[in-house]
């Protein structure tokens, strides 16, 4: 069992990780949710982030806000996919469970340095501000975490927010580059995999067939999110990100992937937040990161499904 602290920026497709992971008990040990300011401002991402553990019935998950902003640029948010509240499309009430007083990456850095070597799970589905952060702060956490398992990048696909960068990385990619170099073993879910990942109609009603809230909600904002990748792309569905770094931690037989060595343009204003993946090996370098690159989408809608029908 996985002991585990979800990242987040929610986020529709991050909201559906929420409530995969909270669908998991008996592989994920879900210690606390971080949020930070992404998909939209830091108030619409920690309480959309209670929003949705709340709908799961969950109202004792710990969720704490952390940064506000990237470590070294200014917010870029995405309101033009997700909506002013991130959530579009959930219509769900303002939460009135508690925000927790602590902040986010004080939650991380206590939680790793109270746990022994290698048992912490880091799942950034966000920009990594937080983590990059926790790890400046505190660098003996390095040793505690297990693994970073993130969303973000595009490796031999290309970027969703600049032609060479995925959102998450184009954010903040100094603190992508501070969690990669870390020297932790990391796991990505670039774009190559999550645009496989598609809400096609027909999984967009086994959402709404669940006949339950989370069904529901769930339906109501991917039927939103799927409406901007549609268009944009000609895709047949939105692209279920998020969801896939969770679904990686229930089944990594799920995805196919490589190790290679990869680094992170932190300088060039044409291609900020590219991550370079040396795919053929020319360098021959040591391989830093696994990176996946496909995924058997219907045994993924098929977890989701089933997973997120035990939420009532
Ligand atoms: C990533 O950016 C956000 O729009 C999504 O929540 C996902 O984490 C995809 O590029
Ligand atoms: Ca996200």
Redesign the pocket.
Known sequence: KRHVILDC?P????AVAILLALASEEEINLLGITTVG??VPLYWTESNARRICELANRPDMKVFAGASGPLMRKLVT?EW??GKTGIDGANLPDPTMPLQEAHGVDFIVETCMAAGEGEITLCP??PMTNIALAMMKEPQIIPKIREIVC??GAVREMG??TPAA???IYVDPHAAKVVLDAGVPFTMMP?DV?HKALVTPDRLQRFKDLNSPVGDVCGGMLDYFNRFDMTRYGFDGGPL??PCVIAYLIDPDIFQGRRVFMDIETRSELTLGQTVADWWNIQEREPNAYVCDSLDAEAFFDLLTTRLARLK
């Open positions: 920026d986020g529709q497709d991050d992404g998909n995405a996919i997700h589905i966000g969303m973000g969703n927010v995925e959102f998450n774009l999550t990100h998020d």
